[in-house]
């Protein structure tokens, strides 16, 4: 039987405009294909913290526009938007991409809602950055507006919103039937749109969902064998950017736990990355957590470079 993979595109490795993002799905896309290429069924998911930050900019500027009618657009909204531009951009470079190479497959953005808790404490403090990096300048701007702010992994200020975990996969029957059909599906965009469930009613709520969890709840209810956590660093670094930094091949979960505890992994950007990595890897026996460079998904899971994180 062909192996699983989930693999979670980190939202920065998307670029930070449209532009950028036709170039980087191009990329993205020959990253993919190498893996199906290969032989895996794959499952594609990605972050949206510099689209998210754009799109909710764009609505609030919008928002403004009219004095005399005032208009709100919900954070969750603003997720729902960049599933759908981004899953479009990707779903076409994939699907070239694999014609190119002589492949005919059935590509599905599935619009995908996750249920969060109410009573998160995350919601308290806000951790997931999203936007652009600011200078000092727009920095004072971004206060002034109030705004909660984080320097983020010593690459600049950025805004930062609540990220509250995910518990459950609305559209999860959907994604195993589709799966279950041969598609390749493009799901839980962003984290996926954050609901609570009220009754029979599914309300939308201001935060984003880190992707690397959701995509560890995905791979664990679809019981893949992988979970590729693709991102702009080739592996996971001890004592990153400082003296004694060391790069990770191997690892076990107990290991990258300690780590974990000695606060090797900046929040918002690599512990949440190391902590999916982890969730799912204990999650049950042969499952296989690996972070590596968008570029190197074929190396990283023939051993060949990246941090593994085994049980
Ligand atoms: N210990 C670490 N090892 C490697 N990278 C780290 C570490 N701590 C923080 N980082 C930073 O985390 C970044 C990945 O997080 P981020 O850019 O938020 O991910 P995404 O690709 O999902 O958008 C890396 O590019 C690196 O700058
Ligand atoms: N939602 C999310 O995790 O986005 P990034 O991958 O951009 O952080």
């Known amino acids: ?115 969060v808790d109410e009573d998160d404490p995350k919601f308290l403090n806000p951790t997931k950055p999203i936007g652009h990096f600011m200078n000092e300048e727009e920095l004072k701007f971004a206060k002034e507006k109030g705004f909660q702010v984080i320097e983020d992994s010593g690459r600049g200020y950025r805004r930062v919103v609540a990220s509250p975990l995910p518990k459950e996969i609305i559209e999860i029957k959907t994604i195993k039937n589709l799966l279950n059909s041969g598609e390749i599906v493009i799901t839980c965009g962003g984290g996926g749109i954050p609901v609570i469930r009220q009754g029979h009613h599914l309300k939308g709520v201001s935060a984003v969902i880190d992707k690397d969890f959701a995509c560890s709840v995905l791979a664990q209810e679809i019981d893949a064998d992988y979970l590729i956590i693709l991102t702009a660093v080739e592996k996971v670094a001890i004592n990153f950017g400082k003296p004694g930094e060391k790069w990770l091949e191997s690892i076990t979960t107990d290991e990258a736990k300690e780590y974990m505890n000695q606060g090797h992994f900046a929040p918002g950007s690599m512990l949440p990355k190391v902590q999916a990595a982890v969730d799912f890897a204990s999650s049950g026996d042969n499952r296989t957590a690996l972070i590596t460079l968008l570029e190197k998904a074929k190396d990283g899971i023939n051993g060949k470079t990246g941090t593994v994180i085994k049980k």
């Open 1 to 115: 039987m062909k192996k699983r993979v989930v693999i979670a595109l980190g939202g920065n490795a998307l670029g930070n405009n449209l532009p950028e993002q036709m170039i980087a799905v191009k990329n993205t896309s020959k990253a993919i294909a190498d893996l199906i290429v290969e032989g895996y069924d794959v499952v594609i998911s990605h972050g949206n913290g510099p689209q998210v930050g754009m799109i909710n900019e764009a609505m609030d500027v919008y928002g403004r526009s009219n004095p005399l009618h005032p208009t709100f657009t919900p954070l969750s909204v603003c997720v729902a938007m960049s599933q759908a531009y981004i899953g479009y951009d990707l779903q076409n470079a994939l699907k070239e991409e694999l014609l190119d190479r002589g492949i005919e497959k059935s590509i599905t953005t599935v619009i995908t809602q996750v249920r």
